[in-house]
């Protein structure tokens, strides 16, 4: 799995690889620059044809050391024009990136940068290069270096000037995604050793345009982070993690359970159980208030259904311990009842995903709920619900460096359980701090799941594979994968009813 890595442990791992003496900052450097230079050859092919013109910014440190060498190698290995322009004062820059300024300098000028360092519109370059800033930005980016970042924006759309970001886009916060100021959308981003978080998160991937690494030599053991936990980027799950045994039967994949609201309240809870069918519990039933029976009824064939008056008669229903996972929230409202179910349940120990109204039942009043929450109940916020039962933490998202992982590795902490915080960005993270994002940007951008009832499908998903038996945290990684999977394989026009059914095809071609 890939990792993604916070700039303290990108700069743990350089530290690293140099303290053993198999590598110097000055060969890495050389690395990141011929990796950069490389992967712009090898998006557009069409560059290497004829000698063309290039822009490079290079800022105070190392990033702008990487852009030192990008200029050397554009000009000696392929014959390019290059413009160089550095911020600040040459004599102040860190030691490798000093040595390629020095380099730079034996072949072509190094200009002090100002506002005019992009050109002028009649000649514009043919790329740009932005080695302003890169893990070390540490504020926004203002003065003649942000005039010129926003006017990259102006070059890319009214010249068709490519603009290529070493490591990340100047301006953008590589452990929070967010932009600190001025920071521009570029067209590629080559980042180093693996990507970093603010490629991910929040606004970043909006930013990056498409994004690739270079390989620059350096271990992927693990060891050597510091002591940060890692942060996982979600993937595919495996055909083995899904595959059912052909010799099991319908009890060996579990029973889940999932309430639903009252009379026109049926449906979200409807969506989350086909859900749970679909991705594979052995039998999913829906807990119905009386007056509800009906209305169900009349809606279901696979599911099963049984009458649910209030918490008495849940708990007496979880006597049955095959009812191994439920699912409380969708539609389930926001009265004394509701509240009263999940005050029932809860001190059972059963696994429990808890989205939507019984999330927002304890608006107000997020202690009585941390209060009652297991290792084996997961909440599925989206960024209002969040907001309501951790405020603070919700609000610490705007502070500097505090990014959503942060954030959902704090609330999974407090609340003593998983928590998958929604977006196109998803954050899991468990009460130990393991923590996964499952990135629903670049390639696997779906849109058309910002759609009503979604939310609601995955729940059901979590639910049906903590039947099945997949713990917690694995559950709600593997449900947001193959909710977004199945968003993409049905595209545009999608709605919630849809997911359910598209979910055979896509466990098919996992080879489930
Ligand atoms: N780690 C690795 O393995 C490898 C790393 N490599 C490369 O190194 C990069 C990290 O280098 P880095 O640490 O020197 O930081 P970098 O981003 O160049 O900036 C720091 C300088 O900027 C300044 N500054 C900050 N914000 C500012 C602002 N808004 N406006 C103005 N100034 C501002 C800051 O000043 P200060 O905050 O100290 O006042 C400091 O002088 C990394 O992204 C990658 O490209 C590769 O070579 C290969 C291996
Ligand atoms: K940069």
Request: net charge negative; glycine share 12%; with cysteine.
């Amino acid at each position: 799995m890939a990792e993604l890595l916070s700039a303290a442990q990108m700069r743990a791992i350089e530290a690293a690889a140099i303290g053993t003496g198999t590598v110097t900052g000055l060969e890495l450097m050389e690395r990141a620059g011929r990796g950069v230079v490389d992967a712009v050859l090898a998006r557009w092919p069409a560059l290497a044809d004829e000698p063309r013109r290039a822009v490079v910014l290079c800022g105070p440190g190392n990033n702008g050391g990487d852009g030192f060498v990008i200029a050397r190698l554009l000009v000696q290995e392929h014959g390019w024009q290059v413009d160089l322009s550095l911020l600040g004062d040459p004599g102040r820059l860190p030691p490798d990136a000093a040595a390629n300024h020095t380099r730079w300098c034996g072949i072509g000028p190094c200009h002090p940068l100002t506002d005019r360092s992009l050109g002028t519109v009649d000649a514009p370059p043919d790329l740009v290069f932005d080695a302003l800033f890169g893990t070390g930005l540490a504020r926004g980016v203002d003065g003649d270096a942000g005039f010129l970042l926003g006017n990259l924006e102006m070059l890319r759309a009214d010249f068709g000037v490519r603009c290529v970001a070493v490591d990340i886009p100047s301006g953008l916060c590589s452990d929070t995604g967010r932009d600190l100021g001025n920071c521009p959308a570029v067209d590629l981003t080559v980042s180093f050793h693996a990507e970093k978080r603010g490629h991910r998160l929040s606004e970043g991937p909006g930013f990056c345009g498409h994004v690739t690494v270079a390989d620059i030599g350096l271990p992927h053991d693990g060891r050597s982070h510091g002591s940060a936990a890692p942060v996982w980027l979600a993937e595919a799950p495996t055909a083995e993690l899904l595959a059912k045994s052909p010799a099991g039967h319908k009890y060996d994949h579990g029973h889940a359970l999932v309430m639903t609201g009252g009379p026109g309240h049926t449906g979200a809870a409807r969506l989350a159980a086909r859900a749970a069918l679909r991705v594979g519990a052995g039998l999913v039933t829906l807990a119905v208030p009386p007056e509800a029976q009906a209305e169900v009824a009349g809606q279901i064939t696979a599911l099963m259904m049984l009458p649910l008056r209030d918490a008495d008669a849940l708990t007496d229903l979880l006597w049955d311990t095959r009812l191994n996972a439920l699912c409380l929230g969708p539609g389930l409202g926001l009265d004394a009842r509701a509240r009263s179910l999940v005050e029932a349940v809860l001190p059972l120990r059963r696994a429990a995903v808890l989205d939507a109204d019984a999330l927002s039942l304890f608006r107000g009043d997020p202690a009585a709920l941390f209060d009652l929450l297991h290792p084996d109940c997961v909440l599925t916020p989206h960024g209002g619900e969040f907001a309501r039962l951790f405020p603070d933490l919700a609000g610490k998202m705007d502070a500097p460096g505090y990014s959503r992982i942060d954030a959902v590795r704090d609330a999974a902490r407090r609340a003593g359980c998983v928590v998958l915080l929604k977006g196109p960005d998803t954050v899991i993270a468990t009460p130990g701090g393991d923590c996964a994002v499952h990135s629903a940007r670049y390639d696997r951008a779906a849109p058309w799941l910002a759609t009503a009832g979604a939310g609601d499908v995955l729940a059901g998903l979590i639910c049906g594979l903590i039947a099945r038996g997949l713990p917690a945290a694995a559950a709600a990684e593997t449900a947001a994968w193959l909710h977004v999977e199945t968003a993409l394989a049905i595209g545009p026009g999608l709605i919630a009813e849809d997911l359910p059914e598209a979910l055979p095809a896509v466990l098919a071609a996992i080879g489930a």
